[in-house]
C-alpha cells in the first residue's frame, strides 16, 4: 500500500531522473514544493505555473516563481526552456537516447525465458529477487513474468511476488 512516507523518496527519484519538474499548484506545505527542492538540489529546471493570489493552493508555485522558478502558462513554454538551456546536447533539439531497437528487447527476452523458468518454482519468490539474481533488466523480466502469467503458467502472490502454477491448477483469486 502507498505511504506518505515514502513520497519524498520517491519523488526525490522522479526528479533525478527528469529534466525539470513542473508545479502547477501547490499550497506552502505541499509534497511539490519538497519535490522541487529536490529538483534544485540536483540541478533540474523548476517550473512553476501561476496562480491566484487569493487561492491558498497556488501560493507555493506563486512563491517559487517570486524565487526564480521559471514562468510556465503551457506545455511549449517547458519545451522552449529546455531547448534554451540546452541540458543534453549542443544543437537545436533535445535528443534523448533511443529506446532499444525491437530486435535487441526480443533477443534479451528470449534470453531470459530460460533463466527465469530455472529461478522459478512452486515456491513463491520475490520479483526484486529475481531481478537480483539475473543479469536481464526488469522490462525483459517483466516481459516473461506477464507472458507465464497468460499463458497461466504463473501465480502472483501478496508482496510482489509470484510462483509457477503446477500443470492443470487454476490461477488463484
Known sequence: MPQARH??????????????????????RSGSLITARFALEQ??????VPGSPL???????????????????NGGDVVAALRASKPLSSGDELRFAPAPGPDLAEREVA???????????????AVDELLRACPFSPAAVQTVLLELELAGRLARHPGNRVSLLATGMLVPS
Open 7 to 28: 513520497f519524498p523518496r520517491r519523488n526525490r527519484l522522479i526528479s533525478g531522473l527528469s529534466l525539470g519538474v513542473v508545479v502547477v499548484e501547490a499550497a506552502l
Open 43 to 48: 540541478g533540474r529546471e523548476v517550473f512553476a
Open 55 to 73: 487561492d491558498p493552493r497556488s501560493a507555493g508555485a506563486n512563491g517559487l516563481i517570486r524565487e526564480g522558478a521559471t514562468l510556465i502558462e
Open 111 to 125: 534470453a531470459a525465458r530460460p533463466v527465469l523458468l530455472d529461478l522459478l518454482s512452486l515456491e513463491p519468490v
